[in-house]
Protein backbone atom coordinates (compact mmCIF):
# COMPACT_ATOMS: atom_id res chain seq x y z
CA UNK A 1 0.00 0.00 0.00
CA UNK A 2 2.42 2.46 1.03
CA UNK A 3 4.77 1.64 -2.67
CA UNK A 4 0.93 2.31 -4.29
CA UNK A 5 0.76 5.08 -2.55
CA UNK A 6 4.93 6.85 -3.33
CA UNK A 7 4.14 6.13 -7.21
CA UNK A 8 0.91 8.50 -6.76
CA UNK A 9 2.63 11.12 -4.96
CA UNK A 10 5.87 10.77 -7.56
CA UNK A 11 3.27 11.30 -10.26
CA UNK A 12 0.90 14.13 -9.11
CA UNK A 13 4.45 15.72 -8.80
CA UNK A 14 5.45 15.47 -12.13
CA UNK A 15 1.79 15.95 -13.11
CA UNK A 16 2.28 19.43 -11.18
CA UNK A 17 5.62 20.40 -12.52
CA UNK A 18 4.50 19.87 -16.18
CA UNK A 19 1.40 22.17 -16.14
CA UNK A 20 3.99 25.08 -13.89
CA UNK A 21 6.59 25.13 -16.74
CA UNK A 22 3.60 24.61 -19.48
CA UNK A 23 1.81 28.12 -18.28
CA UNK A 24 4.94 29.99 -17.44
CA UNK A 25 6.94 29.40 -20.34
CA UNK A 26 6.27 29.36 -24.36
CA UNK A 27 8.68 28.19 -26.68
CA UNK A 28 10.24 30.04 -29.01
CA UNK A 29 8.35 29.29 -32.00
CA UNK A 30 4.91 30.59 -30.29
CA UNK A 31 2.71 31.62 -33.15
CA UNK A 32 1.88 35.05 -33.01
CA UNK A 33 -2.01 34.72 -32.01
CA UNK A 34 -0.97 32.32 -28.93
CA UNK A 35 1.37 34.49 -27.84
CA UNK A 36 -1.11 37.70 -27.93
CA UNK A 37 -2.96 35.44 -26.85
CA UNK A 38 -0.83 34.32 -23.64
CA UNK A 39 -0.22 38.21 -23.12
CA UNK A 40 -3.68 39.20 -22.75
CA UNK A 41 -4.10 36.61 -20.48
CA UNK A 42 -1.72 37.31 -18.10
CA UNK A 43 -1.04 40.66 -18.19
CA UNK A 44 -3.53 43.47 -17.16
CA UNK A 45 -3.96 47.33 -16.85
CA UNK A 46 -6.82 48.84 -15.69
CA UNK A 47 -8.34 52.35 -15.95
CA UNK A 48 -8.95 54.29 -12.24
CA UNK A 49 -12.15 55.29 -11.26
CA UNK A 50 -11.75 59.09 -9.83
CA UNK A 51 -13.07 59.54 -6.63
CA UNK A 52 -16.19 62.07 -7.03
CA UNK A 53 -15.42 64.58 -4.32
CA UNK A 54 -11.47 65.36 -3.78
CA UNK A 55 -10.72 68.95 -2.10
CA UNK A 56 -7.22 70.52 -1.23
CA UNK A 57 -6.63 72.03 2.04
CA UNK A 58 -10.71 72.03 2.46
CA UNK A 59 -11.16 74.04 -1.20
CA UNK A 60 -13.56 73.07 -3.76
CA UNK A 61 -11.65 70.97 -6.98
CA UNK A 62 -14.20 71.06 -9.83
CA UNK A 63 -14.17 67.51 -11.50
CA UNK A 64 -16.78 67.79 -13.23
CA UNK A 65 -15.21 70.30 -16.01
CA UNK A 66 -13.57 67.42 -18.23
CA UNK A 67 -10.62 69.35 -18.35
CA UNK A 68 -9.88 69.44 -14.75
CA UNK A 69 -11.10 65.53 -14.70
CA UNK A 70 -8.94 64.56 -17.01
CA UNK A 71 -5.54 66.14 -15.89
CA UNK A 72 -6.39 64.85 -12.34
CA UNK A 73 -6.95 61.37 -13.79
CA UNK A 74 -3.74 62.01 -15.46
CA UNK A 75 -1.63 62.49 -12.48
CA UNK A 76 -3.52 59.63 -10.74
CA UNK A 77 -2.43 57.06 -13.32
CA UNK A 78 1.39 58.42 -13.44
CA UNK A 79 1.85 57.94 -9.70
CA UNK A 80 -0.18 54.62 -9.46
CA UNK A 81 1.43 53.11 -11.80
CA UNK A 82 5.10 54.17 -11.08
CA UNK A 83 4.95 52.06 -8.41
CA UNK A 84 8.70 52.17 -7.39
CA UNK A 85 8.37 55.49 -6.46
CA UNK A 86 5.17 56.02 -5.18
CA UNK A 87 6.26 52.91 -2.76
CA UNK A 88 9.21 54.57 -1.67
CA UNK A 89 6.56 57.53 -1.01
CA UNK A 90 4.96 55.71 1.31
CA UNK A 91 8.16 54.12 3.17
CA UNK A 92 9.13 57.58 3.73
CA UNK A 93 6.07 59.05 5.20
CA UNK A 94 6.53 57.05 8.06
CA UNK A 95 9.83 58.56 8.66
CA UNK A 96 8.72 62.74 8.19
CA UNK A 97 4.67 62.62 8.34
CA UNK A 98 5.32 63.51 12.36
CA UNK A 99 8.02 66.57 11.99
CA UNK A 100 6.21 68.24 8.91
CA UNK A 101 2.54 68.08 10.26
CA UNK A 102 3.93 69.51 13.78
CA UNK A 103 5.85 72.65 12.03
CA UNK A 104 2.71 72.87 9.28
CA UNK A 105 0.42 72.53 12.73
CA UNK A 106 2.95 75.73 14.37
CA UNK A 107 2.43 78.14 11.49
CA UNK A 108 -1.56 76.99 11.12
CA UNK A 109 -0.94 75.52 7.48
CA UNK A 110 -3.23 73.31 6.25
CA UNK A 111 -1.96 69.64 6.70
CA UNK A 112 -2.21 68.59 2.88
CA UNK A 113 0.99 70.60 2.14
CA UNK A 114 3.05 68.01 3.34
CA UNK A 115 2.05 66.47 -0.42
CA UNK A 116 3.39 69.83 -1.34
CA UNK A 117 6.72 68.75 0.03
CA UNK A 118 5.96 64.83 -1.01
CA UNK A 119 5.38 66.02 -5.34
CA UNK A 120 8.61 68.42 -4.73
CA UNK A 121 11.44 66.16 -3.50
CA UNK A 122 9.81 62.59 -2.48
CA UNK A 123 10.87 63.61 0.90
CA UNK A 124 15.12 63.41 -0.32
CA UNK A 125 17.28 65.87 -0.47
CA UNK A 126 17.58 66.68 -3.73
CA UNK A 127 18.56 69.63 -6.03
CA UNK A 128 17.04 70.85 -9.04
CA UNK A 129 19.17 71.98 -11.97
CA UNK A 130 17.79 75.63 -11.11
CA UNK A 131 19.65 75.21 -7.32
CA UNK A 132 16.27 74.19 -5.83
CA UNK A 133 17.20 72.32 -2.66
CA UNK A 134 16.08 70.02 -0.08
CA UNK A 135 12.55 68.34 1.05
CA UNK A 136 11.10 71.59 0.13
CA UNK A 137 12.68 72.61 -3.37
CA UNK A 138 14.00 76.16 -1.91
CA UNK A 139 15.84 78.84 -3.88
CA UNK A 140 18.97 80.38 -2.05
CA UNK A 141 17.79 83.80 -2.44
CA UNK A 142 14.54 82.81 -0.97
CA UNK A 143 16.12 80.88 1.44
CA UNK A 144 18.01 83.56 2.80
CA UNK A 145 14.62 85.44 2.81
CA UNK A 146 12.75 83.44 5.10
CA UNK A 147 15.52 83.24 7.77
CA UNK A 148 17.92 80.41 6.58
CA UNK A 149 21.73 80.37 6.87
CA UNK A 150 22.92 79.18 3.57
CA UNK A 151 26.93 78.99 2.65
CA UNK A 152 29.30 76.79 2.10
CA UNK A 153 29.93 75.04 5.23
CA UNK A 154 25.92 75.19 6.31
CA UNK A 155 22.68 75.20 4.55
CA UNK A 156 19.53 74.65 6.33
CA UNK A 157 17.76 74.14 3.39
CA UNK A 158 18.84 70.28 4.18
CA UNK A 159 17.51 70.67 7.52
CA UNK A 160 13.71 69.65 7.66
CA UNK A 161 12.23 71.35 10.34
CA UNK A 162 13.86 75.06 9.48
CA UNK A 163 13.38 74.33 5.89
CA UNK A 164 9.77 73.46 6.66
CA UNK A 165 9.61 76.57 8.60
CA UNK A 166 10.96 78.33 5.76
CA UNK A 167 8.21 76.75 3.49
CA UNK A 168 5.51 77.93 5.89
CA UNK A 169 6.62 81.78 6.12
CA UNK A 170 6.37 81.74 2.22
CA UNK A 171 3.06 79.96 2.08
CA UNK A 172 1.51 82.24 4.80
CA UNK A 173 2.48 85.18 3.02
CA UNK A 174 1.18 83.60 -0.51
CA UNK A 175 -2.45 83.18 1.37
CA UNK A 176 -2.32 86.67 2.71
CA UNK A 177 -1.38 87.71 -1.15
CA UNK A 178 -4.29 85.43 -2.73
CA UNK A 179 -6.70 84.26 0.37
CA UNK A 180 -6.85 81.22 -1.17
CA UNK A 181 -5.21 78.28 -0.72
CA UNK A 182 -4.81 76.37 -4.08
CA UNK A 183 -3.22 79.59 -5.19
CA UNK A 184 -0.68 79.83 -2.46
CA UNK A 185 0.35 75.97 -3.44
CA UNK A 186 0.33 76.96 -7.04
CA UNK A 187 2.33 80.01 -6.38
CA UNK A 188 5.08 78.01 -4.48
CA UNK A 189 6.24 76.60 -8.14
CA UNK A 190 5.92 80.05 -10.21
CA UNK A 191 6.13 82.88 -7.46
CA UNK A 192 3.74 85.18 -6.21
CA UNK A 193 4.11 87.78 -8.88
CA UNK A 194 4.12 85.59 -11.32
CA UNK A 195 0.57 83.94 -10.57
CA UNK A 196 -0.86 87.23 -9.82
CA UNK A 197 0.03 88.80 -13.33
CA UNK A 198 -1.04 85.75 -15.40
CA UNK A 199 -4.45 86.08 -12.99
CA UNK A 200 -4.51 89.96 -13.69
CA UNK A 201 -3.87 89.17 -17.85
CA UNK A 202 -6.91 86.91 -17.94
CA UNK A 203 -9.16 88.27 -15.64
CA UNK A 204 -9.51 84.72 -13.76
CA UNK A 205 -9.72 84.59 -9.84
CA UNK A 206 -9.20 80.47 -9.52
CA UNK A 207 -6.48 78.15 -10.22
CA UNK A 208 -8.63 76.36 -12.68
CA UNK A 209 -9.47 78.85 -14.73
CA UNK A 210 -6.26 79.38 -15.39
CA UNK A 211 -3.77 78.96 -18.81
CA UNK A 212 -0.35 78.18 -17.17
CA UNK A 213 3.32 76.78 -18.03
CA UNK A 214 3.39 73.15 -18.52
CA UNK A 215 4.96 72.72 -14.86
CA UNK A 216 2.50 74.68 -13.11
CA UNK A 217 -0.68 73.78 -15.03
CA UNK A 218 0.37 70.34 -13.57
CA UNK A 219 1.05 71.32 -10.23
CA UNK A 220 -1.82 71.05 -8.32
CA UNK A 221 -2.87 67.90 -9.73
CA UNK A 222 0.05 66.12 -8.90
CA UNK A 223 -0.34 67.04 -5.40
CA UNK A 224 -3.71 65.85 -5.89
CA UNK A 225 -2.79 62.27 -7.18
CA UNK A 226 -0.64 62.23 -4.07
CA UNK A 227 -2.79 62.99 -1.57
CA UNK A 228 -5.40 60.84 -2.82
CA UNK A 229 -2.90 57.77 -3.60
CA UNK A 230 -1.43 57.94 0.04
CA UNK A 231 -4.46 58.28 1.67
CA UNK A 232 -6.67 55.47 0.07
CA UNK A 233 -3.20 53.09 -0.92
CA UNK A 234 -5.14 49.39 -0.84
CA UNK A 235 -7.77 51.34 -3.51
CA UNK A 236 -4.81 51.39 -5.97
CA UNK A 237 -3.06 48.39 -5.24
CA UNK A 238 -0.65 49.50 -2.71
CA UNK A 239 -0.41 46.96 0.47
CA UNK A 240 2.48 47.69 3.04
CA UNK A 241 2.78 46.50 6.23
CA UNK A 242 3.68 48.34 9.36
CA UNK A 243 7.11 46.63 9.34
CA UNK A 244 7.60 47.82 5.72
CA UNK A 245 7.44 51.68 6.99
CA UNK A 246 10.92 53.76 7.81
CA UNK A 247 10.09 54.65 11.51
CA UNK A 248 11.98 57.64 12.93
CA UNK A 249 15.57 56.66 14.39
CA UNK A 250 15.58 58.22 18.14
CA UNK A 251 17.93 60.78 18.81
CA UNK A 252 18.86 63.35 20.96
CA UNK A 253 20.54 67.00 20.28
CA UNK A 254 23.64 69.02 21.45
CA UNK A 255 24.78 72.48 21.23
CA UNK A 256 27.91 73.81 19.20
CA UNK A 257 29.04 77.14 19.68
CA UNK A 258 32.64 76.68 18.71
CA UNK A 259 34.52 75.39 15.64
CA UNK A 260 34.97 71.49 14.40
CA UNK A 261 38.09 71.15 13.16
CA UNK A 262 37.06 67.07 11.92
CA UNK A 263 34.08 65.51 12.09
CA UNK A 264 34.98 62.32 11.58
CA UNK A 265 37.18 62.46 14.60
CA UNK A 266 33.64 64.31 16.41
CA UNK A 267 31.33 61.61 15.01
CA UNK A 268 33.52 58.75 16.47
CA UNK A 269 33.77 60.58 20.06
CA UNK A 270 29.89 60.51 20.46
CA UNK A 271 29.75 56.86 19.13
CA UNK A 272 28.42 56.95 15.47
CA UNK A 273 31.04 57.90 12.59
CA UNK A 274 31.19 60.55 9.63
CA UNK A 275 28.63 59.08 7.85
CA UNK A 276 25.59 58.93 10.27
CA UNK A 277 26.41 62.01 11.81
CA UNK A 278 25.93 64.03 8.31
CA UNK A 279 22.99 61.50 7.70
CA UNK A 280 20.97 63.35 10.87
CA UNK A 281 22.87 66.80 9.87
CA UNK A 282 22.87 67.13 6.10
CA UNK A 283 22.72 70.64 6.76
CA UNK A 284 26.60 70.64 7.80
CA UNK A 285 27.81 70.93 4.07
CA UNK A 286 32.26 70.06 4.79
CA UNK A 287 34.09 68.14 6.92
CA UNK A 288 34.49 71.03 9.62
CA UNK A 289 33.08 73.67 10.89
CA UNK A 290 35.06 76.95 11.08
CA UNK A 291 31.90 79.03 12.81
CA UNK A 292 33.94 82.38 13.58
CA UNK A 293 31.20 84.12 14.66
CA UNK A 294 30.75 81.19 17.42
CA UNK A 295 27.13 80.62 16.10
CA UNK A 296 25.13 77.79 18.28
CA UNK A 297 24.18 74.75 16.44
CA UNK A 298 21.98 72.12 17.59
CA UNK A 299 23.60 68.88 15.93
CA UNK A 300 21.45 65.51 15.99
CA UNK A 301 23.09 62.69 17.28
CA UNK A 302 21.56 59.04 17.08
CA UNK A 303 20.80 57.06 19.96
CA UNK A 304 23.00 54.04 20.43
CA UNK A 305 21.97 50.99 19.22
CA UNK A 306 20.23 51.80 16.04
CA UNK A 307 23.14 51.83 13.66
CA UNK A 308 25.41 49.07 12.73
CA UNK A 309 29.21 50.13 13.18
CA UNK A 310 32.29 48.58 13.07
CA UNK A 311 33.64 47.61 16.41
CA UNK A 312 36.38 50.04 17.31
CA UNK A 313 35.08 52.88 14.77
CA UNK A 314 32.84 54.12 17.49
CA UNK A 315 35.78 55.82 19.75
CA UNK A 316 38.72 57.73 19.43
CA UNK A 317 42.20 56.41 20.12
CA UNK A 318 43.35 57.31 23.74
CA UNK A 319 45.60 59.83 22.61
CA UNK A 320 43.29 62.02 20.51
CA UNK A 321 43.54 65.66 22.38
CA UNK A 322 40.10 67.16 21.39
CA UNK A 323 39.67 70.55 21.01
CA UNK A 324 37.09 70.37 24.17
CA UNK A 325 34.59 68.20 25.49
CA UNK A 326 31.70 66.46 23.26
CA UNK A 327 28.82 68.89 24.12
CA UNK A 328 26.29 67.23 26.47
CA UNK A 329 22.73 66.33 25.59
CA UNK A 330 20.30 69.18 25.59
CA UNK A 331 17.41 67.53 24.88
CA UNK A 332 15.72 64.33 23.34
CA UNK A 333 14.11 65.00 19.82
CA UNK A 334 12.60 61.77 18.86
CA UNK A 335 9.62 62.49 21.68
CA UNK A 336 6.81 59.97 21.85
CA UNK A 337 5.96 59.84 18.86
CA UNK A 338 9.22 58.72 17.57
CA UNK A 339 9.47 56.41 19.71
CA UNK A 340 8.24 53.55 17.79
Not at 55 to 75: H, S
Not at 221 to 243: C, Q, S, T, V, W
Not at 248 to 261: G, L, Q, S
Not at 266 to 291: Q, S, T, V
Request: net charge negative; proline share 5%.
Amino acid sequence: MSRFLQIIGLVSVLVVTICFFSFFTFPEDTDDKTFKSNFNRDYNIYALSLPEDVTFAGEFVPLIDPDINERFDRELLVNTYWQSQTLLFFKRTGRYYSDIEKVLKKYDIPEDFKYLALIESGYTNVVSPAGATGFWQILESTGKRYGLEINKEVDERYHLIKSTEAACKYLREAYGEFGNWTLAAASYNMGIAGLKKQMERQKAKSYYDLTLNSETARYIFRILAAKEIMENPEKYGFHLRDKDIYTPIPTYTIKVDTAIADFGDFARKLGINYRILKYHNPWLRYEYLPNPEGRTYEIEIPKRGNYWIKEGDEELPDEYESDGDVPQPISDTTGTAKEQ
